[in-house]
């Protein structure tokens, strides 16, 4: 206990006079501590998560094994002894051990951290034997192409939207806009995809998976023209659940800020209503935005998983998927690790920005 005192006391006073000099870089620095504490309990908390769950990545192994064999026993008339029994269950022994998951789950959790931190090795996937490095770069620009493409548009849609019925307001075009955005907002995004699907299957307008059969390199610009028709069901549907939201959260703030005591002031020194909508009242909206976008990063790929299981999909969220029903723990944990460093990397870029907008922010020592 004396030591851990001694210890924070001689940081102490350092982190201090940096924390006064450099404000900003000071709780980014403090950020930065917390999330890879937060990060190494996650792990810690997961690995044990799963040695809590029923089975293991073996069993379903052998099972499947057992399955089989037992099928060709049977046609050819004969049944499993109880040799048969012993040598599974010293096969299964042996695979455990070779796998290490026959230890506890913080002496694996500990050999997994080395293998990252020394090795830079993220270990290999228990089922395919693939490296897990390669599985996640092999999906994740496919999940990350979908969700720029989602994220521009929801974000310019719904901007352009609120600005523009935030001057409607009590309007009936303003109220049936408001209506159907409340609509598809709290519409269940699983049934909406599942739906667009079933009319794609019987239009046969658009393809039913979200993916060309025919990889990029083979022929670019018809990849490219293939991919938008494939996607355009689930962009729509992503569009159609996301931009209801964002648009009403633009609106409401804009109506609050044109409220304002100084939007009436600059009206009365006669500045044009396009000057205060822009200049003044839509640069103030951006801040609730900035301060809600925080899990913006984690969103963008846990929120696609649905999607990319429902659409076949080659993505990271259907990667995790397939992970978790298997068992996979080195997959599932830096699939997990991935996805809460983007959380709390997300809630540090938007205190960055949020301090960049509004220039009454500031991050003081105290």
Do not use: C
Not at 160 to 169: E, H, I, M, Q, R
């Amino acid at each position: 206990m004396k030591t851990v005192n001694a210890f924070f006391s001689a940081i102490k006073y350092p982190w201090k006079k940096f924390s006064e000099k450099a404000p900003l870089a000071s709780f980014i620095t403090g950020r930065l501590i917390t999330m890879v504490v937060l990060l190494f309990l996650l792990g810690l908390a997961l690995f044990g998560l799963m040695e809590l769950a029923p089975g293991d990545i073996v069993d379903q192994m052998m099972t499947q094994q057992i399955m089989a064999g037992a099928g060709e026993k049977n046609m050819q008339g004969q049944n499993l002894t109880r040799g048969d029994n012993a040598n599974i269950e010293e096969q299964m022994t042996q695979i455990r051990a070779e796998l290490g998951i026959d230890q506890p789950f913080y002496v694996q959790y500990g050999k997994w951290l080395k293998r990252v931190i020394v090795n830079h090795d993220l270990g290999v996937s228990l089922i395919s034997r693939a490296p897990v490095g390669f599985l996640i770069a092999s999906r994740l620009w496919n999940t990350v192409l979908f969700n720029l493409i989602e994220l521009v548009i929801i974000t310019v849609i719904s901007f352009a939207l609120g600005v523009y019925f935030s001057s409607k307001a009590g309007t009936r075009l303003d109220v049936g806009v408001t209506f159907f955005a409340l609509f598809f907002n709290a519409f269940p995004g699983m049934l909406l995809l599942i739906l667009l699907q079933l009319f794609a299957l019987l239009t046969r307008l658009f393809p039913v998976t979200a993916y060309p059969d025919f990889p990029f390199n083979a022929a670019p610009l018809k990849f490219t023209f293939s991919y938008m028709h494939h996607i355009f069901l689930p962009l729509l549907a992503a569009f159609l659940g996301g931009v209801g939201g964002t648009m009403r959260m633009i609106r409401a703030t804009m109506l609050d800020q044109l409220g304002m005591p100084y939007i009436f002031a600059l009206r009365a020194r006669g500045i044009s209503e396009k000057r205060i909508y822009f200049n003044h009242a839509f640069r103030n909206t951006l801040n609730p935005y900035i301060t809600g976008s925080a899990n913006l990063l984690a969103g963008l790929f846990s929120g696609s998983m649905v999607f990319e299981i429902i659409f076949a999909y080659p993505g990271i969220g259907r990667l995790m998927y397939e992970a978790l029903t298997q068992q996979d723990i080195n997959l599932v944990l830096a699939n997990t690790m991935f996805l809460s460093a983007l959380v709390l990397v997300g809630m540090v870029i938007s205190d960055i920005l949020l301090a960049i907008v509004d220039p009454r922010v500031r991050y003081s020592a105290n």
